[in-house]
């Protein structure tokens, strides 16, 4: 059975195959990186398979080899057949054959609860030459200390037929038989008690679902012989050294049960405040930290700068979603050096923004080729014009921590005087889970606030959004210390007048008491541009042809928009012979799919295109909040069509628009090519009435953020 998260890995293996058993069964296995030491990240079977580990798998790999598996019973490896009974010994032989099949003479051992650490503890008493060390996460080893007292209460009813099964009651084989699915949601909910946990309790209930109720039911009927005498015994013969990860929340294990292995594995001991049963997805920075600490994490693939230069240092990291950031971005790191004397401003960033950037003279650090590909998972997202921009970015949960992680090992190696993260999701919310690891002055930068749920999503997307804004709001409020200065990309009119959910306070309020306003930071003066003539000869554009510009951004997603505007203008040409349509393919579009198309020009990525665009007669585009202003600010007639359900261009960025006095959006469903054409024939007779745009933005983000990087 498949992994039920089939989406956008971070990082895939550099090698898989399939590991056999004594008794011929199964066991799918992965390795990633080619580090001098080995860490074998042990499964817990066979609730969960090895996607449990992906939070860690991209940062260990860059450090270490690193190797995990399915067990027995759950993702690409075997089931055991129901008459056989669960194999005895099956974990502790299950990584042996796995470390025999990959060429692993000794590794260190990461295990979680007891399907991971006993077997490892095991292997390291029984083999010890194959067992470097063990990393043991919330140590379940069974029948050291008594169990939880209401985990006890159900067990003690776990066989029998109750009325109804409420709580940990529904920890019973009847229950489990008749509702599978329910169980996991309770169990799973149990093993994150942290508040805004809604993602990791999907994911690993989604991973109990990719095995069997049948095989989960074997593997709970299997008898444990050894007495606790005995399993005490083994763990003080272990000689390895040891790592014990306890959360002070857990509600699976007893804390005293990883008070007591430590003890007799004379292991050092971290306790997690506040943290569950499952650290490793609910913590993964901390737990990555942890891990790569304990085995002697020293290696680094880039250049690093030793000692101090004479001038200043910026790190600036952009999103990679929609190219408007960099641009921005670029103008204010212009305006910094032009303030701050020396300053050197470095680039942590990915294409399509590198390509931006090196044209642009910018410096990209060399640790940016690290980065796991977020325009590759936006394009995975994208379905006909439409991106769930929430759920996109809930889903790239994977794809932040590893690229958190690459932050975190820049910044660890290298001493910048300022962060500055214009939407990079990632670095706020790990600095906020994670505090201590703030060691710089760090600013963040945002066209918006608040993610909005759409109606498609229902009541459970409203939860979910509530959900997610609320725990920004407990970050920032309860640590406000990480963010030295907020800027918002906008003037306070631009936020819309809407609340973060239900009992969340408004947007406009909570923003404008935390947040310093930039006003809209454009690349360019559009003074310079004002001579449409003399920029089409400058351009190589007819000067007397009616030229439409069509451009879709950075992203795949706009394919099919491009092809209804193709359309359409061939339609607008019939009435209109000298019409020419500029079709901008940006990136990740190959343009050769529009050749040949009377009067149609079709290039892929158009570095300064706000220039394009400032001598056109009419512009239809996506809603993505850049090329819009751009067209505000120029004074050009333009038509928008936002992405089905993304939030930011149907909410945000058409609240500002209006305020500009810019044209409604057009909605994708009813702009069939005829319909689109007669827009196009009207919006280019049409007189635009814009507000103005107001210029300096980028001076003044520059002139917030100048004092910070000032500090000694």
């Known amino acids: 059975m498949p992994h039920a998260d089939t989406g956008m890995r971070a990082r895939l293996p550099d090698l898989s195959g399939y590991a056999v058993r004594h008794d011929g069964l199964r066991l799918y296995y992965e390795v990633f990186g080619s580090g001098p030491k080995t860490l074998v990240l042990m499964p817990c079977s066979p609730i969960s398979h090895s996607r449990m580990w992906k939070g860690q798998v991209p940062h260990l790999a860059r450090h270490f080899r690193v190797v995990t598996y399915d067990g027995l019973g759950n993702g690409f490896s075997d089931h055991p057949e129901p008459s056989a009974g669960w194999p005895a010994n099956s974990r502790l032989d299950d990584c042996v054959s796995v470390m025999d099949a990959t060429d692993t003479a000794s590794a260190i051992l990461v295990g979680e609860c007891s399907d991971g650490v006993w077997p490892a503890i095991q292997l390291a008493v029984s083999n010890p030459v194959r067992v470097l060390g063990i990393v043991a996460i919330a140590p379940g080893v069974p029948k050291l200390t008594p169990p939880l007292p209401y985990r006890a209460a159900a067990l003690a009813k776990y066989e029998d037929e109750l009325p109804e099964y409420e709580g940990w009651f529904k920890y019973n084989r009847h229950y489990i038989e008749r509702d599978f699915a329910g169980f996991l949601e309770f169990w799973f909910a149990e093993m994150f008690p942290e508040p805004h946990?809604?993602?990791?309790?999907?994911?690993?209930?989604?991973?109990?679902?990719d095995g069997r109720m049948e095989t989960y039911q074997l593997d709970a009927d299997a008898p444990m012989e050894e007495t606790a005498e005995e399993i005490a015994r083994v763990c003080s013969e272990v000689r390895c050294p040891v790592l014990v990860i306890q959360g002070d929340d857990d509600h699976c294990q007893p804390f005293d049960r990883g008070v007591r292995t430590a003890d007799l594995t004379h292991a050092g001991f971290v306790v997690l405040p506040g943290s569950g049963h499952i650290p490793l997805a609910r913590r993964p920075v901390k737990v990555n930290e942890l891990i790569s600490e304990f085995a002697g994490d020293g290696v680094v693939s880039w250049p690093v700068v030793r000692g101090r230069r004479r001038g200043k240092r910026a790190l600036l990291v952009s999103s990679p979603i929609g190219?408007?950031?960099?641009?921005?971005?670029?103008?204010?790191?212009?305006?910094?050096?032009?303030?701050?004397?020396?300053?050197e401003v470095e680039w942590l960033a990915q294409p399509p923004l590198t390509t931006l950037l090196t044209a642009a003279g910018e410096k990209v650090h060399p640790a940016s080729?690290?980065?796991?590909?977020?325009?590759?998972?936006?394009?995975?997202?994208?379905?006909?014009?439409?991106?769930?921009?929430f759920q996109m970015i809930r889903r790239m949960d994977e794809i932040l921590c590893a690229n958190f992680m690459v932050f975190r090992d820049v910044v660890k190696q290298e001493h910048f005087d300022a962060w500055i993260a214009d939407?990079?999701?990632?670095?706020?919310?790990?600095?906020?889970?994670?505090?201590?690891?703030?060691?710089?002055?760090y600013v963040w930068m945002a066209d918006f606030c608040g993610f909005l749920p759409m109606p498609s999503g229902g009541e459970r997307e409203e939860f979910l959004v509530s959900d997610y804004n609320a725990e920004m709001i407990e970050h920032v409020d309860g640590h406000p210390g990480i963010r030295d200065l907020s800027i918002f990309i906008g003037d306070p009119a631009d936020i819309v007048p809407r609340d973060f959910g239900h009992g969340l306070p408004s947007i406009r309020e909570w923003t404008e008491s935390r947040f310093k306003f930039s006003?809209?930071?454009?690349?360019?003066?559009?003074?310079?541009?004002?001579?449409r003539l003399a920029l089409r000869v400058e351009l190589g554009y007819h000067p007397d042809a009616t030229l439409i510009v069509a451009s879709v951004g950075g992203s795949a997603v706009g394919l099919h928009l491009l092809r209804r505007i193709a359309q359409a203008f061939g339609i607008l040409r019939r009435s209109m012979p000298d019409a020419e349509l500029l079709m901008v393919c940006g990136p990740r579009i190959d343009p050769s799919e529009f050749g040949g198309l009377p009067g149609v020009q079709a290039v892929g990525y158009v570095h300064d295109l706000y220039r394009t665009l400032a001598c056109c007669d009419l512009a239809v585009v996506q809603g993505g909040l850049s090329t819009t202003m751009e067209l505000v600010a120029n004074r050009r007639p333009f038509i928008y069509v936002p992405l089905r359900n993304h939030f930011e261009q149907n909410f945000h960025v058409a609240h500002r628009l209006r305020r500009y006095g810019a044209p409604a959006?057009?909605?994708?469903?009813?702009?069939?090519?005829?319909?689109?054409?007669?827009?196009?024939?009207?919006?280019?007779?049409?007189?635009?009435?814009?507000?103005?745009?107001?210029?300096?933005?980028?001076?003044?983000?520059?002139?917030?953020?100048?004092?910070?990087?000032?500090?000694?």
């Open 197 to 209: 946990s809604t993602k990791q309790i999907e994911d690993t209930v989604a991973y109990g679902l």
């Open 323 to 343: 190219l408007g950031h960099a641009w921005r971005d670029v103008a204010i790191a212009r305006e910094l050096r032009r303030q701050v004397p020396d300053l």
């Open 369 to 389: 080729k690290e980065l796991a590909a977020e325009s590759a998972h936006v394009d995975r997202e994208a379905r006909e014009h439409e991106l769930h921009a």
């Open 423 to 441: 939407e990079g999701w990632e670095i706020d919310h790990f600095l906020h889970e994670e505090p201590d690891l703030k060691t710089s002055p």
């Open 519 to 531: 006003g809209y930071v454009l690349p360019f003066d559009p003074a310079s541009l004002r001579d």
């Open 665 to 712: 959006p057009t909605d994708y469903d009813a702009a069939t090519p005829s319909k689109l054409a007669e827009q196009m024939a009207e919006r280019l007779h049409a007189r635009v009435r814009y507000a103005p745009v107001e210029a300096g933005g980028a001076e003044r983000a520059a002139r917030f953020i100048a004092p910070l990087l000032m500090r000694d």
